[in-house]
């Protein structure tokens, strides 16, 4: 349309008649699958079988199926949209409490992350694996060890905890922890930690707690009652329990110890500086040692070559407050996550337990915040509530509040922490600042024979996440194992079709039942049971069959496996994209070699083939010297039809995804001739594109007043039809050979 012109001139316009759209393959695949770990009912999209291993675990006994075929896909390039299915009986490993099944973030996020848990930790992903997780925590704790000798007469010197103690230095601050820590010469019988003993003070059996036992280095830590003990603890004297098991005090094997706090500002204490006991008997402190560079996590493994003395942040500071950060390590006791027991997973340093808290950089520094960006075997699910109380009123100090001039509570933990696999206490941790939480309760999935069972409503639950084309793209849905007999095989099957049918956008591919052609050594009758399984599943354009098992080395188990091969058929069609076109067959010898093929457990002879190819099964077959090949390109189509042809059927999948895009660009704008014009200028160069690169023969695309008469403009409506003539590919050959007399014209004969 001209545009108005007040006074004589030459206006330029231009009109855009080159917008193209290219071919969308986006070569994606999707398995559902019972994985020892990751996240359940949750689309992650893995690229490789490092990846695959990393997020899900290594294969199995029990769902190596499920794992090499998505493994083999994924050797032939794309990606794959993988989904751990969820179970009843799936667990994630707990602290405490009952075990939860915690399936993913968002699930946490909804139903735990604000909830009243009975645990405090439990694994980011539920299994049995998560049992193997232990995890210590430490914050600032007590600043000081005050060594006190012991006294000239009396009774021993009795320090209670929460008790303030100060100096005339000016020093101030509160009672952690009293305890004394004997050698001892040797030990007879056992001496356990978490009861009582009695030590023989002046001929009279006083009673002690026995807070933990060192066997190799002789050590023994005691607490004293409530009231304390009549008497000195002394060298030589005999502690006793259970009236069997002693260990002699050796000369010069005792230091008493009182763990300080130090008040906010306050100076440290120093030796000489003069402590009082409950009783108001003064000490005059011999020794004060650095308590955090003595601290440990585990015998001999100490806090201060993993990090840093916990404090309090700048943050905190400038806000007023005191004491906020905390440290959390994650390791693998019995290596079963890692191979490597004993292993540190993850290291958290200074973290906060303030809500406001942030980083330098204005992230959040929160723990818990900051554990579920991050950590990817830990879930935080309460605050540890066996504190120091910073101050008199011990709530105010709670963590899970915001830092502004607040002190707050420390860790103080009653337990202690233990050696590992045994069941010792660490010299010192009891009633100390380090946590140590063993989880466990994890459980995997039930066994189902050899393997896992997995409901056929799971793994539907789990494949309709993908249901949606327009927020997920997918071109192949791999089945795995299709099933434990024929009637769930048929229902996880069809269940697939139907999504694949409802998005018309991908294809279902399918390998036979196990039981069908593993352990049977007559071909024939292999051949009997696949097709009389493969009837009984639905016709389908959008479903392909194929007749192979192949056998491979399992790396990660040191064993050889039969494995379907259905994500190995899905990935020739994806390498067929990659190195031809999405429209050229996958089989044969120039595209459709399988991978990782040792062989097959079913190599089906001419006859057999014949008869799996009028069943809508494509054979694989073992060809000596020439490898192992998809030797056909149907679907499961039942009827005759051009869609009974995988690279038909591919061919309409991708100029449909293609041409409903350029058609979805046309939403909202006027419905006029113009905007039909424009749309036939993009979809007609894209189709000879498509017939230049042999995919099809010819094609009209009509979209003008004749198919968008006015009625349906007025509803709002554009129609658009495109006529496609597709390419086929050559399923048959025949080779006639005719021998003539010598003098014979082949002009005569050839015709």
Request: glycine residues 8%; proline residues 4%; contains cysteine.
């Amino acid at each position: 349309m001209a545009v108005n012109q007040s006074s004589p001139g030459v206006v330029f316009q231009e009109r855009d008649l080159t917008t193209v759209t290219t071919v969308a393959s986006a070569n994606v695949g999707v398995l559902a699958a019972p994985f020892e770990l990751g996240p359940v009912e949750e689309i992650v999209d893995i690229s490789s079988e490092r990846e695959l291993a990393d997020v899900f675990g290594k294969p199995n006994d029990y769902n190596y199926e499920y794992w090499y075929t998505a493994a083999q896909f994924l050797s032939y390039g794309g990606s794959l949209k993988t989904i751990r299915v969820t179970s009843s009986s799936l667990k994630n490993a707990t602290d405490s409490g009952t075990p939860p099944l915690i399936k993913n973030l968002l699930n946490y996020e909804t139903s735990f992350e604000n909830a009243s848990n009975s645990f405090k930790w439990a694994a980011r992903t539920p299994g049995a694996k998560g049992n193997s997780i232990a995890v210590f925590t430490t914050d600032a704790g007590p600043d000081q060890i005050a060594v006190i000798p012991a006294p000239g007469s009396g009774n021993d010197p009795e320090f209670v905890a929460d008790e303030a103690v100060s100096a005339t230095s000016g020093a101030a601050g509160k009672v952690f922890k009293y305890s004394i820590v004997l050698t001892v010469d040797a030990f007879v019988g056992s001496i356990a930690a978490g009861s009582t003993a009695t030590i023989s003070i002046g001929g009279s059996a006083q009673t002690v707690n026995v807070l933990a036992v060192d066997v190799a280095n002789k050590k023994i830590e005691i607490g004293l009652p409530s009231g304390g003990i009549t008497g000195i603890i002394a060298d030589g004297q005999t502690l006793t329990q259970n009236t069997s098991n002693t260990a002699v005090i050796s000369t010069s094997g005792i230091e008493r110890r009182v763990y300080i706090a130090l008040d906010k500002g306050s100076i440290e204490f120093a030796a000489a500086d003069s402590i009082a006991d409950t009783n108001s008997t003064a000490s005059a402190i011999s020794e004060v040692r650095d308590e955090y560079s003595e601290r440990e996590y585990l015998p001999g493994v100490k806090w201060i070559n993993v990090a840093p003395r916990p404090g309090t942040s700048l943050y905190a500071t400038q806000q007023g407050g005191h004491r906020d950060e905390i440290h959390v390590l994650v390791l693998d006791v019995d290596g079963l996550i890692s191979g490597t027991p004993g292993a540190l997973l993850e290291r958290f340093v200074g973290l906060s337990k303030a809500t406001d808290a942030k980083t330098s950089v204005g992230e959040t520094n929160y723990y818990p915040n900051v554990l579920k960006a991050k950590s990817e075997y830990l879930y935080w699910a309460e605050h540890e509530t066996t504190f120091f109380s910073a101050t008199a009123s011990a709530s105010a100090g709670n963590w899970g509040q915001s830092s502004s001039n607040r002190q707050f509570n420390l860790l103080r933990s009653a337990d202690g922490t233990t050696d590992y696999p045994g069941t010792f206490k660490t010299v010192g941790s009891v009633n100390n600042a380090t946590f140590y939480y063993r989880l466990s309760g994890g459980v995997d999935y039930s066994l189902s024979g050899a393997t896992y069972s997995v409901g056929n409503t799971d793994l539907t639950t789990a494949y309709e996440l993908i249901e949606d084309p327009e927020s997920q793209t997918v071109d192949f849905i791999l089945t795995g194992p299709s099933g434990s007999d024929d009637a769930s095989s048929i229902s996880k099957i069809s269940t697939l079709v139907n999504i694949a049918e409802e998005r018309r956008d991908c294809i279902v591919f399918c390998s036979p039942r196990r039981g069908n052609v593993i352990g049977i050594s007559n071909a024939s009758t292999i051949t009997t049971n696949m097709v009389s399984f493969f009837k009984k599943l639905p016709s389908s354009s959008y479903l392909v069959f194929d007749s192979g098992y192949k056998y491979i080395y399992d790396k990660y188990n040191d064993v050889y496996r039969y494995i379907p091969c259905n994500g190995d058929v899905a990935g020739l069609c994806l390498q067929t994209t990659e190195v031809a076109e999405p429209w050229f067959s996958p089989a044969g010898f120039q595209r459709g070699i399988l991978r990782n093929a040792i062989k097959l457990a079913y190599t089906p002879t001419k006859t057999q083939r014949d008869t799996l190819y009028a069943n809508r099964i494509n054979p694989i077959v073992s060809f000596p010297g020439q490898g192992v090949v998809l030797f056909g390109d149907k679907t499961a189509l039942a009827q005759a039809s051009a869609f009974d042809r995988i690279n038909i059927r591919r061919l309409f999948l991708t100029i449909e995804r293609v041409i409903a895009g350029a058609a979805r660009s046309q939403l909202f704008e006027q419905n006029d001739d113009a905007q039909r014009s424009l749309f036939v200028n993009i979809v007609e160069p894209y189709l000879r594109d498509v017939q230049g690169r042999r995919g099809v023969i010819d094609f009209l695309v009509k979209c003008d007043g004749t198919n968008n008469p006015a009625e349906s403009v007025d509803r709002g409506e554009f129609f658009a039809e495109i006529f496609v003539k597709p390419t086929r590919t050559i399923n048959f050959i025949t080779l006639t050979f005719v021998a003539t007399r010598t003098g014979v014209a082949f002009s005569e004969i050839a015709n």
